[in-house]
């Protein structure tokens, strides 16, 4: 058994002009927590729909335990699914309003066919309820008589439902008051535990991703510039874009907090329908030098588990 | 000690429901004083945002709004709309959360920058433009005279929320309050914006309010620190002594429940995440007592359910330190 899940090779997933996701090669490991972190427009929403098959890959390839997920057919698309979840921002989204809660968790196990007859599905949707620390006494109740943090819960639940191997969170803790997203961010640490989960860690946080990730994935305007042990990225960052990510991301310690050196990047993100020549950080980057317009760089190791893709460890072109 | 430019005495403000009043501010006391950030901190509901909507009579009908407010030696509460109108951005500047709700998407930067400068001046038509211009520029907007002619959709996030800034500083207030104006941007956005209102308080000695849930944004910038629960200050004090010798369990449980980006260990050797049990109550529907004791996970006193708390110095420390709990009163501080 390989101790890669799931492989991405050259994927790239364009929206007409607009490049979101413009060639990533991304492993995620067996039983880690892949941090995928950047800033609104990066691609890192998109990159964890296009891992699960949710949005058609433009160019490339994702292979799921050596299964060519891209080239899947409708069936094995469905085995796929059974194995696969995803966790979502917004669970006021991502729940039917109509349906309880318990037809909501309990759907996965009618569409894979698990856990069959009245009785064996209503005490399994108890479990995973029991297992997300709801009340299984509250099946019967709707979306809005939970408040969000319950939700995301549910959403947690249903996602588990069909004993995933691999689960895509996107900003699952995003739009939770600060002691909500530490009992939701715990919570998903303890599932990982208990079941062996490997977990795709979607968010804009780094603060948050560092907490859970083993490993943490920078993405800029479509592309991973940086890849390593989560201590190693946000420790020794090998990319200035991840450098600046790391100093404008407040510390809670007024005495620390004050004497960082915050990295004030000028300017705005260029279009990801419009990026610039060579080096797509370039625009921003303050150690911007001669390579970096004529050359697009790969990411290339810069220490033991870290790479990044920056003409400062050497000029290299994709 | 200067005279504070804003000082807010026992606000009270309590919306009418179906369900009785609900009470979301419930004797709120700050002082702000000239070129000095206070921060105000607290979740969702905690009434942060209510306060000072309250202060420039910006909230519906359906509010009642009692206490006292002092802005630059004139009492706010009460006043009428027209007297109010003036002191909003000609006194008191305020940004917002979100730039694009808080622009007219239909009207230029020009003419929102203008409108802003003809309610507090009489100003001609080129007087407008240059100064529109001016204030473009001092918020770090290049190009400002391009700029001026554009739409808020035009312009990214950061962009937007400097011209809101914009806005706000176009009547040379004395107070900023900022009420989420980070939240809503990328964190290299934020960095950025938080510079830019460092450097605004600077140049114009501004008082700032900042209301925030983000601990994080408040240890760089605030000098003072007050946090809300339930409507009420429960923790105030400087920020090295608040952040360093929290008192009140809310706070410590906040606190606690923060990661922290250059904590050097690995996500595997890591602890959990503090957290606190349930949720904040129904404004509608307090507890007795102290509105924290359901979820607190000291209740050291008996008379936490029955007896409100005052906001009393914590012992050993600073004057201005002050926490609404039995607990630290009675000497169990750890």
């Known amino acids: 058994m390989s101790d890669v899940l799931v492989r991405a090779s050259g994927l790239r997933v364009h929206f007409g002009p607009v490049r979101a996701v413009d060639g990533v090669d991304l492993e995620v490991r067996r039983g880690e927590t892949l941090g995928l972190v950047g800033e609104s427009g990066c691609g890192k929403s998109t990159l964890g729909n296009a891992l699960l098959r949710l949005v058609e890959p433009t160019d490339g390839t994702v292979e799921f335990d050596g299964l060519d997920v891209t080239a899947a057919g409708r069936r094995e698309l469905r085995a796929l699914r059974r194995r696969t979840a995803m966790i979502f921002q917004d669970p006021y989204a991502s729940l039917d309003p109509r349906r309880t809660v318990a037809e909501s968790i309990g759907e996965p196990l009618a569409i894979h066919g698990l856990h069959k007859g009245r009785a064996a599905r209503r005490a399994r949707v108890g479990e995973l309820m029991e297992v997300v620390g709801l009340n299984p006494d509250h099946r019967g109740r709707y979306p809005h008589e939970f408040s969000g943090g319950q939700r995301q819960r549910v959403g947690i639940a249903r996602a588990l439902a069909g004993e995933p191997d691999f689960v895509v969170c996107d900003e699952p803790i995003a739009s939770l008051d600060v002691s909500v997203q530490a009992q939701v961010v715990n919570l998903l640490v303890r599932l990982q535990r208990e079941f062996g989960l490997t977990y795709l860690f979607v968010s804009h946080d780094l603060a948050a991703v560092r907490q859970v990730a083993d490993r943490v994935a920078v ?84 220490g033991p588990e870290q790479a990044a893709a920056c003409h400062l460890h050497g000029v290299t072109d994709r | 000690m200067t005279a504070p430019v804003l000082a807010v005495d026992d606000l009270h403000v309590a919306f009418r429901t179906r369900r009785g009043p609900a009470r979301v501010v419930n004797g709120l006391s700050f002082e702000l ?42 009492e706010l509460i009460g006043r009428s709309e027209e007297e109010l109108r003036r002191v909003r951005g000609a006194g008191i500047g305020m940004v917002f959360q979100d730039p694009m709700t808080s622009l007219n998407p239909v009207l230029t930067v020009e003419r929102q920058i203008g409108e802003a400068l003809r309610a507090h001046e009489k100003v001609s038509d080129d007087g407008v433009r240059s100064r529109a211009a001016e204030l473009l520029t001092e918020v770090g907007i290049p190009d400002a005279a391009a700029r001026l002619r554009a739409y808020p959709h035009q312009l990214s996030g950061g962009m937007r929320q400097r011209v809101m800034i914009a806005i706000a500083l176009a009547g040379n207030p004395k107070v900023l309050i900022a009420d989420e104006a980070t939240t809503a941007l990328d964190v290299t956005v934020q960095a950025q914006i938080l510079e830019l209102i460092e450097r605004l308080q600077d140049e114009h000695g501004m008082g700032v309010v900042w209301i925030t849930h983000d601990l994080g944004v408040v240890a760089g910038i605030a000098d003072h620190v007050v946090v809300m629960y339930a409507g009420r200050c429960v923790e105030e004090g400087a920020v090295d002594e608040l952040f360093g010798r929290p008192a009140h369990p809310y706070t410590r449980g906040l606190l606690g429940a923060l990661p922290v980006v250059d904590d050097p260990r690995p996500a595997r050797e890591r602890a959990e995440l503090v957290t606190m049990p349930g949720l904040p109550p129904d404004p509608a529907d307090l507890p007795p007592g102290c509105a924290f004791h359901p979820r607190c996970p000291v209740r050291a006193d008996a008379r936490c359910a029955t007896e409100p708390p005052p906001l009393a110095p914590v012992p050993g420390s600073a004057a201005e330190h002050r926490a609404a709990t039995f607990y630290v009163a009675r000497g169990g501080h750890a």
Do not use: N
Request: net charge neutral; aromatic share 4%.
């Open chain 1, 219 to 302: 993405m800029y305007l479509g592309r991973v510039v940086e890849i390593g042990a989560g201590s190693s990225v946000s420790g020794t960052p090998a990319h200035p874009y991840t450098e600046a990510l790391v100093s404008a991301v407040p510390v809670p310690e007024p005495t620390r907090e004050r004497s960082r050196q915050r990295i004030v990047l000028t300017g705005d993100v260029p279009s990801p329908a419009d990026p610039p020549s060579g080096c797509r950080f370039r625009t921003r980057c303050p150690k911007v030098f001669e390579p970096c317009p004529d050359h697009d760089p790969v990411l290339q190791p810069t």
């Open chain 2, 33 to 74: 004083h000239p070129g000095r950030t206070l921060a105000v901190v607290g979740e969702s509901g905690s009434g942060k945002s209510v306060s000072s909507l309250a202060l420039l009579g910006l909230l519906p009908g359906t509010a009642q709004v009692r206490g006292s407010a002092v802005f630059d030696g004139a």
